[in-house]
């Protein structure tokens, strides 16, 4: 089930809100337990046996962690990266999916979870049903956040807060709780269905045309088109995540910082999936030593945290040269910091808006050989066969320029801010009203296609 299916949004959500606000605080657990393996297995029934299993033994390393056991620490990691190995390798050779979508979410905040428990930053240590509430949490589910158990303590310590409440006064609260939520689901929604959505229909119909046929205007066009629809994707997968881990009572986890407002590649990332970021500084790179040890070593960590980030994404060549290129500039730049300060500015900035979106020409095409007809098309300098319509970037750009303008106009942060600073007015609700329908009518006539971050 996804977040942008008309069962999940008219028939799940509003039961699971239902039964879980009437359900008095302290046994709130138990509705979102059921709720989250519900919302598992109306998708894959067979997911939630495993993930119970993985949870399950999760929950006793834990334990053991939590009182310094360094080697259930490290068999339990093992474990866990023994399980997400298998996934994606058993997805490589034999094109079987044998565990559910963004199981590598789920493995991270596993592994998370341990490292948490070894370092003594969990107050209480929880019971099973607190872990496999946390494990199976289905806002966070799919594609992240990576949510730590630090975040999720406090849905306990809230429920506990409002035992002993005025009825009149939780009520208030309760409804406020989810206007918050939608006020961030809704804009979510719109940026996944009224944006992505379109901008995905150009970069297929590129694919449908072949590479070889695209004039150089529309090959620039056409990437920095996905990159847009990657953006909008997954900025809108955020909202909408965030949104339903306040209506909740979870904090709303911030996964995206408005990444193209970055300087520099190393910021752009340190905005662009915000909780994977954190998760390999605090439990890969910080570990290792971070910048804490000289140069070379600062290299090293970099140069290991990239390669985990490529693998992360898959275990095929594309994502490894795309994690490559990405440290090579990020290389690049502090080089630049260190010995041309002035330069270091604009450089940092032609890598965001140039640098980026080539990259994800690696990411987006994984074939070789169709990659480099692509970069043909982009860099036309040695000539490249086939017949070119020298028409098409006008065509392309006519029928699809409305959506690539919105893009680029949310993409200035400020656009967001404004909505956020003026998010109680009378105005907003009516803003959101017509976002919800004008995506409603969008989803049924587009259907509703997955999240790109759910095949990871």
């Excluded at 490589?92 to 596993?110: E, H, K, N, Q």
């Excluded at 003594?120 to 496999?132: C, D, M, N, W």
């Excluded at 199976?136 to 158990?149: E, K, M, N, R, S």
């Excluded at 609700?429 to 759910?454: C, E, I, K, Q, T």
Aim: proline share 5%; net charge positive; aromatic share 16%.
């Amino acid at each position: 089930m996804s977040f942008t299916d008309p069962d999940f949004l008219f028939r799940f959500l509003p039961v699971f809100l239902f039964v879980f606000y009437l359900t008095p605080a302290r046994l709130r657990i138990w509705p979102l337990i059921g709720g989250s393996v519900l919302f598992l297995a109306l998708g894959d029934p067979f997911s939630c046996l495993i993930l119970f299993v993985l949870g399950a033994w999760n929950h006793l390393f834990g334990r053991a962690a939590a009182n310094r056991d360094r080697t259930a620490l490290v068999i339990g990691i093992t474990l866990d990266l023994a399980v997400l190995i298998a996934a994606k390798t058993i997805r490589i050779t034999a094109g079987i999916d044998c565990l559910p979508a963004g199981i590598s979410f789920y493995v991270f905040r596993m592994i998370w979870y341990l490292a948490d428990c070894y370092r003594g930053r969990i107050r209480k240590q929880p019971q099973l049903s607190e872990t496999v509430a946390f494990f199976f949490l289905f806002p966070v589910l799919p594609a992240g956040p990576i949510l730590t158990y630090r975040d999720f303590e406090r849905i306990s310590t809230l429920g506990r807060a409002q035992a002993d409440r005025p009825r009149r006064k939780e009520l208030r609260d309760i409804l406020v709780r989810i206007e918050n939520g939608l006020l961030l689901f809704i804009p979510g929604l719109a940026a996944k269905v009224l944006l992505s959505d379109h901008l995905r229909s150009l970069w297929s119909t590129l694919y449908g045309i072949g590479y070889e046929s695209i004039s150089t205007p529309l090959a620039w066009l056409g990437i920095y088109t996905y990159s847009m629809e990657l953006y909008y994707d997954f900025w809108g997968y955020s909202l909408m995540a965030a949104g339903l881990c306040v209506m909740t009572g979870l904090p709303a986890v911030e996964n995206f910082r408005h990444p193209y407002a970055a300087g520099s590649v190393s910021e752009f990332y340190r905005r662009w999936h915000v909780t994977l970021g954190t998760f390999f500084k605090e439990n890969v790179y910080i570990p290792l030593g971070g910048n804490r040890r000289g140069a070379w070593t600062t290299v090293r960590n970099l140069f290991i945290v990239w390669l985990l980030t490529g693998l992360w994404h898959g275990f095929g060549l594309n994502y490894l040269v795309w994690a490559g290129l990405l440290f090579l500039m990020i290389l690049a730049e502090r080089g630049l910091r260190a010995r041309a300060p002035r330069l270091y500015p604009v450089i940092g900035r032609i890598f965001v808006l140039a640098g980026i979106p080539l990259t994800w020409a690696v990411f987006a095409i994984p074939d070789p050989e169709r990659l480099l007809t692509y970069f043909g098309r982009l860099f036309p300098f040695a000539g490249t066969a086939g017949n070119v319509y020298d028409g098409d970037f006008v065509k392309y750009l006519t029928g699809y320029g409305i959506y690539l303008a919105l893009a680029l106009v949310f993409l200035v942060p400020n656009v967001y801010h404004c909505f956020e600073r003026n998010r109680r007015k009378p105005f907003t609700a009516v803003l959101m009203a017509a976002l919800f329908a004008a995506s409603l009518v969008s989803l049924v006539r587009a259907g509703d296609n997955p999240f790109l971050y759910l095949q990871f």
